[in-house]
C-alpha cells in the first residue's frame, strides 16, 4: 500500500546565515560556514526528485542561492551550496524566515517545511525591524508560530555551544 504521507512531495527552503561571525573556526578544521554547507547539502541529499528545494543566505538581505525547484539533480545543488562563504555583516533571523515563508506561500506541495542554520553566538533581528537586542513587535518565534498554524514547519540548527549567547533564543 502507498503511505500517502511519504509519497507526498516537500518544498524544504534552506536559510544560511552568511554573517562574517560564521568564518569563525570550529575545532582545528572547519569554519562555521562549512559546517553550515553540509548540513544543507545532507538535506538536500534527503530529497526525492519530485520534492522541490531552495537555499538563500542571509545577512542583513536575503540572497537566493537557489531558487526553488524541483530536486533533479542534487548533485549540482550540493555543489553550489557547498560555496557559500560567510562575506560579513550579520543574520537577521526574521528577514530571513520571512523569506523563506514568503517563497513557501507560492508552493502547493502538502509538505512545507524550513530549516535554518545559525550562528548560536551571533543572531540578529530576533524582532522585526530591531537589529540588536529584543523589542515589541512580531518575534521571529511569533512568525514561526503563525506559519506553523498554516502548514509550515520549521527546524532551527545553532551552530555553537549550549554556553553562546544566542543558544536560548534559537532554541
Known amino acids: 500500500p502507498i503511505d500517502p ?7 524544504i527552503i534552506i536559510i544560511l546565515d552568511r554573517s562574517g561571525s560564521m568564518s569563525a573556526m570550529v575545532g582545528w578544521s572547519k569554519t562555521k560556514m562549512e559546517l553550515a554547507d ?17 537555499v538563500m543566505s542571509v545577512t542583513e538581505t536575503v540572497r537566493w542561492e537557489i ?14 551550496v557547498m560555496r557559500i562563504r ?15 515563508y514568503e517563497a513557501m506561500r507560492k508552493t502547493n506541495t502538502p509538505l512545507k517545511h ?5 550562528d548560536a553566538a551571533d543572531s540578529e533581528e530576533k524582532v522585526k525591524g530591531i537589529p540588536f537586542g529584543t523589542g515589541s513587535g512580531t518575534s521571529a518565534q511569533d512568525l514561526a508560530r503563525k506559519y506553523q498554524v498554516a502548514g509550515v514547519t520549521t527546524s532551527v540548527i545553532g551552530i555553537g555551544t549550549d554556553d553562546d549567547v544566542d543558544t536560548p533564543f534559537l532554541k
Do not use: H
Not at 531558487?67 to 553550489?80: E, F, G, I
Not at 560567510?86 to 523563506?100: K, P, Q, R
Open 67 to 80: 531558487n526553488t525547484q524541483p530536486v533533479r539533480d542534487p548533485s549540482a545543488l550540493k555543489r553550489k
Open 86 to 100: 560567510a562575506d560579513g555583516g550579520g543574520i537577521f533571523v526574521y528577514t530571513g524566515l520571512e523569506g523563506a
Open 114 to 118: 524550513v530549516i535554518l542554520f545559525s
Open 5 to 11: 504521507e511519504i509519497q507526498a512531495g516537500a518544498t
Open 38 to 54: 553540509e548540513g544543507a547539502a545532507a538535506s538536500i541529499n534527503l530529497l526525492r526528485p519530485f520534492d522541490n528545494v531552495g
